[in-house]
């Protein structure tokens, strides 16, 4: 992950991404390895028909997926459309997602996509910020005019009392959202904010999200089994997970 705490290579380090560190729940290792047998490809689904759904077909436009991990989502996105996609990683991972042909960027080669993006993604990565004006101005620099922000982390709103929410883990999460703070923070950075709710991929994304807390790692024909067209909607109604706004680039 990126510009979260001050120790990021104790913080992020191999361990993190086995899943031997501060969240458990992580198989960052797994996903890179065997993308086809993982939980992941769900998300990765999912966020593609989003993008598409507000954007439009991405088929020979530019992608930057910030904060990007293993690189997952750019290599199957790159599997299914003909476009420029690339992730930005300064953690361990980036390395070993370079090693498997993702074209994963560091610090130094992002500036040359200044103004050149049409969609920048932030997969679960605001939240590890410790300033959060940093990756929304980041984000802006990075887009086109008329670039779509599409960006996912947890919805304090729904939450009564923050310390015994299971998304709080402080050594990694450490700044939290609500969709209206999220919309000013857009709107204070050149964006124009718009809630366009429950999209085609959020059932999907839903769908990861819940398998990975309950310790699914791998797709089974268990999961497979359950309505997740109706249990992604009652999920959504008490956790609120599609009411974040996107951020249009003005």
Not at 55 to 65: I, T
Not at 70 to 84: E, P
Not at 176 to 188: D, Q, V, W
Request: proline share 6%; net charge negative; glycine share 12%.
């Amino acid at each position: 992950m990126v510009d979260g705490l001050t120790d990021l290579g104790r913080i992020y380090d191999e361990d993190y991404y086995h899943g031997r560190g501060a969240d458990p729940l992580v198989d960052y290792i797994g996903e890179l390895e065997q993308p086809e047998a993982s939980i992941r490809q769900y998300e990765w689904r999912g966020i593609l028909a989003a993008v598409e759904a507000l954007a439009g077909p991405v088929e020979g436009r530019c992608w930057l997926d910030y904060g990007c991990g293993n690189g997952g989502l750019v290599r199957h996105v790159g599997a299914v459309r003909t476009l420029s996609i690339s992730g930005y990683e300064e953690g361990w991972i980036a390395d070993r997602a370079r090693n498997e042909g993702i074209p994963v960027l560091g610090r130094a080669e992002l500036s040359r996509l200044d103004g050149s993006c049409d969609i920048v993604t932030a997969i679960e990565v605001a939240e590890h910020i410790a300033d959060p004006h940093a990756i929304f101005r980041a984000v802006r620099r990075l887009l086109k005019p008329g670039g779509l922000f599409f960006f996912t982390t947890g919805n304090a709103a729904p939450i009564r009392d923050l310390p015994s929410w299971s998304y709080v883990v402080p050594e990694i999460h450490v700044s939290f959202f609500e969709p209206r703070t999220a919309g000013a923070l857009l709107a204070g950075h050149g964006f124009r904010p718009e809630q366009p709710g429950f999209l085609p991929g959020h059932a999907d994304i839903i769908r990861f999200k819940v398998l990975k807390n309950v310790g699914f790692r791998r797709v089974s024909g268990w999961e497979r089994m359950a309505p997740w067209p109706l249990l992604s909607r009652l999920v959504d109604r008490r956790y609120r997970v599609t009411a974040h706004p996107v951020g249009w680039a003005s």
